[in-house]
T-cell receptor, first 114, second 113 residues
Framework: AQSVAQPEDQVNVAEGNPLTVKCTYS??????LFWYVQYPNRGLQFLLK??????LVKGSYGFEAEFNKSQTSFHLKKPSALVSDSALYFC????????????FGPGTRLSVLP | DAGVIQSPRHEVTEMGQEVTLRCKPI?????LFWYRQTMMRGLELLIY????????DSGMPEDRFSAKMPNASFSTLKIQPSEPRDSAVYFC???????????FGSGTRLTVV
């Protein structure tokens, strides 16, 4: 079965510093990996995805993520954090052996401090 | 494109009443998902449809919950009777194809008192 772990409930980073939000996954087939962001009182918004190809994926708002097959990870990164990046971030995976729906991680709350 | 449209945005109801949440997916998207979000449990998949057909409803918590998709442009999630523990934010999402991301609606915040 497919599963996703986000080991940190909360990540704090100073504005201008690089940020990383961690995600690890478990699948039996090939993983399709996604990151979503949720701002207060809003629905989830798509940031980026990895399906195949280059391991480094670039997405919206300057975010990027690196697919690491050996470590089964898909960490979200940004070189320079903004206060407006403060939100809840969800990693999601679809296992192509297990149908079409995603499994979402529990979410990581990112706080960027001015 | 107006995105995924959910109504109402907020619903406050008394325990025992019937609640109906509505969703209009993006035109052309063939999959629709209902999720529930709470602080305790995070984001839970309740049910999803492909081409208007329910594929997996194993996440529906109990028989009080039911979902329908009578056509490609409309879906409902009904709770009857509602209970305080049903209080949550309910999201609808749609997707164009299996390798695409979801587009989420803004959610319905349900409070059952």
């Amino acid at each position: 079965a497919q599963s996703v772990a986000q080991p940190e409930d909360q990540v704090n980073v100073a504005e201008g510093n690089p940020l990383t939000v961690k995600c690890t996954y478990s699948v039996s087939g090939n993983p399709y990996l996604f990151w979503y962001v949720q701002y207060p009182n809003r629905g989830l918004q798509f940031l980026l995805k990895y399906i195949t190809g280059d391991n480094l994926v670039k997405g919206s708002y300057g975010f990027e993520a690196e697919f690491n097959k050996s470590q089964t990870s898909f960490h979200l990164k940004k070189p320079s954090a903004l206060v407006s990046d403060s939100a809840l971030y969800f990693c999601a995976v679809r296992d192509d052996n297990y149908g079409q729906n995603f499994v979402f991680g529990p979410g990581t709350r990112l706080s960027v401090l001015p | 494109d107006a995105g995924v449209i959910q109504s109402p945005r907020h619903e406050v109801t008394e325990m025992g009443q019937e609640v109906t949440l509505r969703c209009k997916p993006i035109s052309g998207h063939n999959s629709l998902f209902w999720y529930r979000q709470t602080m305790m449990r995070g984001l839970e998949l309740l049910i999803y449809f492909n081409n208007n057909v329910p594929i997996d409803d194993s996440g529906m918590p109990e028989d009080r919950f039911s979902a329908k998709m009578p056509n490609a442009s409309f879906s409902t999630l009904k709770i009857q009777p509602s209970e305080p523990r049903d209080s949550a934010v309910y999201f609808c999402a749609s997707r164009a194809a299996a390798n695409y991301g979801y587009t989420f609606g803004s959610g319905t915040r349900l409070t059952v008192v």
